[in-house]
């Protein structure tokens, strides 16, 4: 399931606190990073590209999650246009 992020206050993660304050969810977003330089903070969202996974797992739990979506997202071809 994807988070919902259907306003740019819920899906603006250059601010985290901004984010978190208009209702922003927790988990997976629908909202796609396009090329360009961003400031997001890696400790409140992680970045998953084809390549690496961008963030601080606090756990070994959240770093399954992460490897998990990470090579979902590869093996469904979602990186490619």
């Given at each position: 399931m994807l988070?919902?992020?259907?306003?740019e206050e819920k899906s603006d993660f250059q601010d985290?606190?901004?984010?978190?304050?208009?209702?922003?969810?927790?988990?997976p977003q629908r909202k796609i990073l396009r090329?360009?330089?961003y400031a997001i903070n890696t400790?409140?969202?992680a970045i998953i590209t084809n390549e690496r996974v961008y963030g601080h797992a606090l756990s070994a739990?959240?770093?399954s999650v992460l490897d998990?979506?990470?090579?979902r997202s590869?093996?469904?071809?979602?990186?490619?246009?």
């Open positions: 988070a919902a992020n259907d306003t985290a606190r901004k984010f978190l304050i208009n209702g922003g969810q927790k988990g090329e360009g330089t400790t409140q969202f739990q959240e770093q998990s979506m990470n090579r590869r093996d469904r071809k979602g990186f490619t246009q």
